[in-house]
């Protein structure tokens, strides 16, 4: 148990490759087929698959059919008021290993989570699109994912739940080292979730249907570093496995040029859980679908 693997068949997966170039580099990658719905399409057909309800722009993003404007994948719609108080939270929630290790108990830890931007907050649920409040922020959701992988699956996670947007601009920068010294401390972690909320409109973020409303999955990944495919690779095969739990719960994949740490763990990404209009209750009722798609491609 521990090791990753995506398909059952890993020998007859083609070589990932995407057809265009990086932004801000001067090379080309190498020719070769991607995988999409287990079916290989050629690069040239590339450009014009669609991805669950994505489709692919001229320069290869996947984003909404609706083509909505987004500032980046934060969310910063409202800003966040700088005269609240100082977070109470804004620490080193685990500020040395043992710690951890008395946390998890006999379990290696396999999945790590933890928020950049932990003050993204559930307007329904907070009446602001910021706070302070981890009960009310993507805080909340990432605990109620650790229980699940916990107690449902026996899966040992580390849930770092430190706050490091007190200056949006910094907080990729505040959060770099806490994360290489946790990866470096359980080298056992094989996936690393970045748990934020989006800032799109309702009617993109939320599933409806006759059971109640889900907060959908928008994947994000950073191209802006040496070896991203591998961490796109990873996007794909769980967008994949989203679509097997629950279809129409992804909204697929988002490739943006910058960084996110991801460069520390080849499968990193962003997970965006719905948006700022979802109400908390709605992300929860998603997590139990996203919890199953890790494990099936975790075993």
Do not use: C
């Amino acid at each position: 148990a521990g090791k990753l693997s995506f398909m059952p068949d890993l020998q007859s997966i083609a070589s990932f490759v995407l057809a265009s170039t990086i932004p801000g580099m001067n090379s080309h990658f190498l020719k070769g087929e991607n995988v999409m719905h287990d079916r290989i399409y050629s690069l040239e057909e590339e450009e014009r698959v669609e991805l669950g309800l994505q489709g692919l722009q001229n320069d290869g993003k996947l984003v909404d059919n609706n083509n909505l404007e987004r500032d980046g994948f934060s969310g910063q719609l409202p800003e966040k008021d700088d005269n609240e108080e100082e977070n109470p939270l804004d620490y080193l929630a685990y500020s040395t290993g043992s710690e951890l290790e008395e946390e998890l108990g006999s379990r290696e830890p396999l999945v790590l989570i933890y928020h950049t931007h932990a003050s993204e907050s559930s307007i329904p649920d907070a009446g602001k699109a910021f706070t302070q409040d981890p009960t009310k922020t993507v805080v909340a959701a990432g605990e109620a994912l650790k229980n699940i992988l916990e107690n449902d699956y026996g899966i040992g996670v580390i849930h770092h739940n430190n706050f490091y947007d007190s200056e949006r601009r910094y907080a990729y920068q505040k959060a770099k080292q806490d994360l290489e010294d946790i990866i470096s401390l359980f080298p056992s972690i094989e996936i690393v979730l970045d748990i934020h909320r989006d800032g799109v409109p309702r009617r993109v973020s939320t599933l409806e249907s006759s059971s109640g409303s889900m907060a959908k999955i928008l994947l994000v990944t950073g191209t802006a570093h040496k070896g991203w495919q591998e961490n796109h690779r990873f996007a794909m095969h769980l967008h994949n496995s989203l679509e097997s739990s629950r279809p129409g719960l992804s909204r697929g994949i988002l490739r943006q040029n910058s960084d996110y740490n991801q460069h520390l763990h080849p499968r990193s990404l962003i997970i965006e859980l719905g948006g700022h209009q979802n109400s908390l209750e709605e992300v929860f009722a998603t997590l139990p679908y996203f919890a199953e798609a890790l494990v099936k491609i975790l075993y």
